[in-house]
């Protein structure tokens, strides 16, 4: 505990800098804890908190820039990948990419407070075109403000982390196994949560081979495309789709078959917005196993503009 206390008092801004990086990088490490004890240090030293927030800002703007330039050089690639490994798969469904459609650049600001929307945010704004200038701008004031209010935090309660502090250096040699353990539950925790995520996905799926047969047959389904707009646009869509940007377009009074496809790992926005039909009263809503994807790669007609 006295080494983790030296760090801080020593090393307080590396420190910030670091785990700001990496939590923002996309690694399960906790940044707000270090921000917060290191303004409650401070406070207490008589030393500045806006090198603290600066500091902050800085590593989260640079791992936004990363995850940025990475959105405008892979694209939709980047995305799914993400999608595939993050600990927050809900941050890839269709109401998180309908909040940016909508809102575009200005919703940086409030990104980092949103659970599951600042893990792609960044990467959506390299890949639907944002200029460097608008990304800049709004991810910094965002960066900024998040780090404001954890540094604020810290100094308005460096009291109440003080007592932390000295709870966690009267168990002596029990503090750093202590610190650890808490770290390991705030893994699991979300490791966890992402299970519990994909386990509310599992659903009946139609396969691509069993749709175009209903299509082969004329008896075609309502057919929803939940994909970003760009991708629809790229890559076309299967005939006779109608376009879904967000939860709130989903259209409403239909009785017959849905099938609903996307192009994300576990079909997760297909299967989002496939619960939420089932919610208000349709009967048989189904994802399309594979999406978009296994569609166009089994050779199937594909419409376009």
Not at 65 to 71: N, S
Not at 100 to 121: D, E, H, N, Q, T
Not at 233 to 247: N, Y
């Amino acid at each position: 505990m006295d080494l983790l206390l030296h760090l801080i008092e020593s090393y307080g801004l590396l420190v910030v800098f670091a785990a700001v990086l990496l939590d923002q990088g996309g690694l399960p490490v906790p940044a707000y804890p270090p921000i917060i004890v290191t303004a409650a240090v401070a406070v207490d030293r008589g030393e500045s908190l806006a090198a603290i927030a600066l500091v902050a800002t800085a590593a989260a703007l640079l791992a936004d820039w990363l995850w940025f330039l990475g959105g405008r050089r892979f694209g939709n690639a980047l995305l799914r990948l993400m999608c595939r490994l993050s600990l927050s798969p809900d941050s890839c469904v269709l109401s998180t990419r309908g909040a940016y459609a909508r809102w575009g650049a200005p919703s940086l600001i409030l990104a980092k407070f949103v659970p599951g929307f600042a893990a792609v945010a960044t990467t959506l704004a390299g890949d639907t075109g944002t200029s460097t200038r608008r990304f800049l701008l709004f991810d910094g004031l965002g960066a900024l403000l998040w780090a404001s209010v954890a540094v604020a935090v810290g100094a308005v309660f460096h009291e109440a982390v003080n007592e932390v502090l000295d709870r966690l250096e009267a168990l002596g040699h029990y503090a750093l196994p202590v610190l650890l353990a808490l770290i390991a539950a705030f893994v699991a925790y979300k490791w966890l949560r992402r299970q519990w995520f994909l386990r509310q996905l599992r659903m009946a799926r139609i396969s691509v081979s069993e749709l175009y047969a209903l299509i082969a047959e004329g008896r075609v389904p309502t057919i929803l495309d939940v994909r970003r707009a760009e991708s629809r646009a790229a890559s076309g869509w299967i005939p006779g789709a109608v376009f879904v940007a967000s939860l709130a377009d989903a259209p409403r009074g239909m009785d017959e078959e849905v099938i609903v496809y996307c192009d994300c790992p576990n079909e997760a926005s297909a299967a989002v917005l496939a619960q939420e039909l089932k919610r208000r009263g349709y009967r048989r809503v189904r994802p399309l196993a594979g999406g978009f994807t296994a569609w166009a790669e089994q050779g199937h007609a594909i419409a376009r503009d």
